[in-house]
């Protein structure tokens, strides 16, 4: 049966592709130490098949409340060593000074983090240069973050209206299960 989204089943070939995908990172830490991976673990189907694919993978998220300001403390580096772990790949971290120049870089079947979506100030409020700046990025966009949907913020709302969008493995079991 034919279902009222688009999955990652829908995507067609996606070898070379930069795919933007919306996850939810926002794991508990202490001490420098993510004290529950479960978010993390989450991400696992969808990040792990679209690399498989040959897609680069770009990961969004935020993590915490940084006030539209960067900090060190609600910086995303320190998620990428346990993330890392988790997926069984090399992740790498991208900050967004130089983020064009870094994507630039990764290949196909790479994996890469991109720094706290809550930097910018103009994420919880989808503002469209935000938005532009996000989807500059990419070519596609997947939202795994079913946590996150319910935000209009540009990392979630804003970028399913500016690149052909699909719900991501988690997301895809969330909306299953509501149906």
């Given at each position: 049966?034919?279902?009222?989204?688009?999955?990652?089943?829908?995507?067609?070939e996606i070898q070379g592709k930069r795919v933007l995908v919306?996850?939810?990172?926002?794991?508990?830490?202490?001490?420098?130490?993510?004290?529950?991976?479960?978010?993390?673990?989450?991400?696992?189907?969808?990040?792990?098949?679209?690399a498989d694919k040959g897609a680069i993978v770009l990961v969004?998220?935020?993590?915490?409340?940084?006030?539209?300001?960067?900090?060190?403390?609600?910086?995303?580096?320190?998620?990428?060593?346990?993330?890392?772990?988790v997926l069984g790949r090399e992740v790498r971290y991208i900050?967004?000074?130089?983020?064009?120049?870094?994507?630039?870089?990764?290949?196909?079947?790479?994996?890469?983090?991109?720094?706290?979506?809550?930097?910018?100030?103009?994420?919880?409020?989808?503002?469209?240069?935000?938005?532009?700046?996000?989807?500059?990025?990419?070519?596609?966009?997947?939202?795994?973050?079913?946590?996150?949907?319910?935000?209009?913020?540009?990392?979630?709302?804003?970028?399913?209206?500016?690149?052909?969008?699909?719900?991501?493995?988690?997301?895809?079991?969330?909306?299953?299960?509501?149906?």
């Amino acid at each position: 049966m034919s279902k009222p989204f688009k999955t990652l089943d829908d995507m067609g070939e996606i070898q070379g592709k930069r795919v933007l995908v919306r996850e939810d990172l926002n794991v508990p830490m202490a001490e420098g130490r993510v004290t529950d991976d479960t978010r993390l673990r989450a991400t696992v189907a969808t990040v792990c098949e679209l690399a498989d694919k040959g897609a680069i993978v770009l990961v969004l998220a935020h993590f915490g409340r940084p006030k539209g300001k960067p900090s060190p403390d609600f910086s995303l580096s320190q998620v990428v060593k346990p993330y890392s772990e988790v997926l069984g790949r090399e992740v790498r971290y991208i900050d967004w000074e130089g983020a064009e120049d870094s994507v630039a870089t990764l290949e196909p079947g790479d994996i890469a983090v991109l720094e706290n979506t809550r930097f910018f100030g103009g994420e919880e409020t989808n503002d469209a240069a935000v938005v532009a700046r996000f989807a500059s990025l990419g070519d596609l966009y997947v939202n795994d973050a079913f946590s996150a949907a319910h935000r209009a913020h540009a990392s979630t709302e804003g970028l399913a209206h500016v690149l052909p969008a699909f719900a991501g493995r988690a997301m895809e079991a969330e909306l299953d299960a509501l149906q």
